[in-house]
Every structure is written in C-alpha cells, then in structure tokens.
C-alpha cells in the first residue's frame, strides 16, 4: 500500500471553536477523508464538526518552505494510524516543534525580560611568543591555536 501523508484542516465546535489539523496516512484525499470522519465520529461523538480541508502534504513544500527530516519524523508518527491508535488534534497555527526553552516564544525569540545571560558578553583571547611578543590567537583556517590565554571581561546581563 503506498500510503501518502495528508494534512486536514478543521473547526471542533464545543465551549468555544477550535481551529485545528491533524495527519492522516492514507492512499489517496478521498481516503484519508473516510479515516478522518471515521476516527472524528468515534472520538467526538457529541461535538460537531465543520469546514474540513484536505491537502496533500509534500515535505518539499509546506507553507513556503521545505521541512526537515526531524519535522518529517514527527508528522510521520503523529499521523493517524499510529501505533498508540490517537488522532493528535494540534492548533491549526502552530508549528510541529515544540518550545525547547521556557525563555522563548514559538518563533525562537526571547520573551520580554528574558535576557540570556551571555548576550554582549566580551572575550578576550591573547597568545605570546617565546618573547614575550603578541601574535594571532588563530591560525588561518580561524582555528584557536594551542597555548593561548582568554579573558572574560564582562557582560552588561550577567548574574
């Protein structure tokens, strides 16, 4: 079975409306649209359902840009049928990595007040001949050379 990915778009009427997308592997649009009705129905009985959308996901192509292989593994085990049999119900805006810092948004950013300790932070890197003369730090592939001496001198952010 030559199984593709597809990503469906969707509205879940409870409380409030939830944009939301889950992934779906199937043979082709009209079957991935039979699983995901399928799954929804059984998992949702009592909330309604409307506007579905379904593409077909390239890995090449999504949202102007060319996902990675780390993005590609994670959509291909959040995608329904999975091994623990969930339909993964994820914000129709949000990205497929999660956050890696509690300091940083959704794009990578640092939060307001949230200023690493390490940002304008100042090295300086001497090395000496055997007279005692100063001479490169590094040799011409930018590599630091053996023997040489740093100094921090500050930062405007640290603790």
Not at 23 to 33: E, L, P, Q, T, V
Not at 117 to 125: A, V
Request: charged share 30%.
């Amino acid at each position: 079975m030559n199984s593709n990915i597809y990503i469906i778009y969707y509205i879940i009427h409870s409380a409030f409306d939830f944009h939301a997308k889950s992934f779906i592997k199937a043979s082709n649009k009209d079957h991935a649209g039979e699983v995901f009705l399928k799954k929804i129905k059984k998992d949702l009985k009592k909330i309604s359902i409307s506007n579905i959308r379904i593409y077909h996901l390239n890995k090449n192509k999504y949202k102007g840009r060319v996902l990675s292989d780390k993005e590609w593994e994670l959509i291909l085990e959040k995608s329904y049928p999975n091994t623990k049999h969930k339909l993964y119900k994820i914000s129709k805006d949000s990205w497929f990595a999660p956050n890696k810092s509690d300091n940083r948004d959704s794009q990578g950013r640092f939060s307001t007040n949230n200023t690493p300790w390490n940002k304008g932070l100042r090295i300086s890197f001497e090395k000496r001949n055997e007279n005692g003369k100063f001479c490169p730090a590094r040799n011409k592939l930018g590599q630091f050379q053996s023997g040489i001496k740093y100094q921090i001198i500050g930062s405007n952010n640290m603790i």
